[in-house]
């Protein structure tokens, strides 16, 4: 099964260090992350996972909850923290799903099917597709995908940044540009008449018939 962008999360119960969650009921009306690593105790996976857990505040304010997933039990997950924790120097506090019988990996098409259904003698390298990056909705449809490879470490100032994009275009009837960030203009969307952008982006520039600009909406 390929996953696409507003295709629904696939939902799915699972074992985490909180315990137990269903993924959408976990959702709630919330946003959420899902972000994925092939193997415990490597080390890309461990500063990545420091870097969230010192960003916890950030995906908070934004109303977004963070799980993460690695192909391993919850009982190497919780040993994996401690060491998160000194390398990152901040707690994680959000939960990590166990998934050493691939199900979630597979489930998500990040694994093949003839994977097989144990993560026991897996390494990295057998696991390196579980690099992806889920933005997940309160609708519960996959809003936004990000895949890594294992040597690269992934950029959450650029995650936050995207989640501050696909918020905002949202609430609003709005596009944001390359490179766009909180504060810079915004594109009026194609569906936007001139007469009604008149009212609702005053003062909005017309850098081409198809591009209109304004300051970003409050």
Same mark, same amino acid.
């Given at each position: 099964?390929?996953?696409?962008?507003?295709?629904?999360?696939?939902?799915?119960?699972?074992?985490?260090?909180?315990?137990?969650?269903?993924?959408?009921?976990?959702?709630?009306?919330?946003?959420?992350?899902?972000?994925?690593?092939?193997? $415990?105790?490597?080390?890309?996976?461990?500063?990545?996972?420091?870097?969230?857990?010192?960003?916890?505040?950030?995906?908070?304010?934004?109303?977004?909850?963070?799980?993460?997933? /690695?192909?391993?039990?919850?009982?190497?997950?919780?040993?994996?923290?401690?060491?998160?924790?000194?390398?990152?120097?901040?707690?994680?506090?959000?939960?990590? *799903?166990?998934?050493?019988?691939?199900?979630?990996?597979?489930?998500?098409?990040?694994?093949?099917?003839?994977?097989?259904?144990?993560?026991?003698?897996?390494?990295?390298? $057998?696991?390196?597709?579980?690099?992806?990056?889920?933005?997940?909705?309160?609708?519960?449809? *996959?809003?936004?995908?990000?895949?890594?490879?294992?040597?690269?470490?992934?950029?959450?100032?650029?995650?936050?940044?995207? *989640?501050? /994009?696909?918020?905002?275009?949202?609430?609003?009837?709005?596009?944001?540009?390359?490179?766009?960030?909180?504060? $810079?203009?915004?594109?009026?969307?194609?569906?936007?008449?001139?007469?009604?952008?008149?009212?609702?982006?005053?003062?909005?520039?017309?850098?081409?018939?198809?591009?209109?600009?304004?300051?970003?909406?409050?």
């Amino acid at each position: 099964m390929s996953l696409r962008i507003n295709d629904v999360a696939p939902d799915f119960t699972a074992e985490t260090t909180q315990g137990t969650i269903h993924f959408h009921e976990w959702i709630g009306d919330n946003w959420a992350i899902l972000f994925s690593h092939p193997k $415990d105790f490597t080390p890309v996976c461990t500063t990545e996972l420091g870097v969230v857990a010192a960003l916890q505040g950030e995906f908070n304010k934004r109303g977004v909850k963070v799980l993460g997933l /690695s192909v391993d039990a919850v009982g190497d997950h919780t040993r994996w923290a401690s060491d998160i924790q000194d390398v990152g120097g901040h707690p994680v506090k959000y939960p990590l *799903i166990g998934d050493p019988e691939l199900k979630v990996a597979k489930l998500y098409d990040m694994l093949p099917a003839s994977a097989g259904d144990t993560s026991v003698g897996r390494t990295p390298a $057998d696991n390196f597709p579980v690099r992806t990056v889920f933005v997940v909705g309160p609708d519960k449809r *996959i809003k936004l995908t990000l895949a890594y490879p294992m040597a690269t470490g992934r950029n959450f100032d650029e995650i936050l940044r995207a *989640i501050d /994009s696909l918020q905002l275009t949202v609430k609003h009837k709005v596009s944001t540009p390359a490179n766009w960030k909180q504060g $810079d203009e915004i594109i009026i969307s194609g569906a936007v008449s001139n007469e009604d952008a008149d009212k609702l982006f005053p003062g909005y520039k017309t850098v081409k018939p198809y591009l209109r600009t304004a300051a970003q909406p409050k």
